[in-house]
């Protein structure tokens, strides 16, 4: 039996819904699906702006983090902030925390998608802007 699934939706939805169909296709009952409901927390932009800078993504090399409007976004991502060191990803319902090494200074995020984590080390800043933009 095949079955093929398309979803466009920037969020996980689709992912879930996705993991649910071999069992639909099969007759199987599933559980029903359960969104993530993070309660959020309002972190002031300069708070934020310490993790502006590039970090290494799922093989996204050199992703830029930035923030604009009181949200931290990767990329085109937006990272919602549920505390002033992690938050959640409503584009895979991700969970993403602040790493530290031994000494305790920040050396990128931990993004943990259904249970599996994978380290997003940060490798530089972000681009001085030129004058002319």
Partial sequence: MTSVFLGNLHSGAPSLLRGAMPKLAAGESVAPIQVPQPKLAKVPEQSLRRYEGRYDV???????FTVHDGVLWANDWPLWATSDTSFFSP???????????AAGKVTGFD???????????????LEPKSAGR
Wanted: aromatic share 10%.
């Fill in 58 to 64: 799922a093989g996204n090399v050199g992703l830029p």
């Fill in 91 to 101: 584009r895979d319902y991700g969970l993403v925390t602040q790493a530290r090494d």
């Fill in 111 to 125: 993004w943990s998608i259904g249970g599996q984590a994978y380290p997003c080390p940060r490798i530089g800043d």
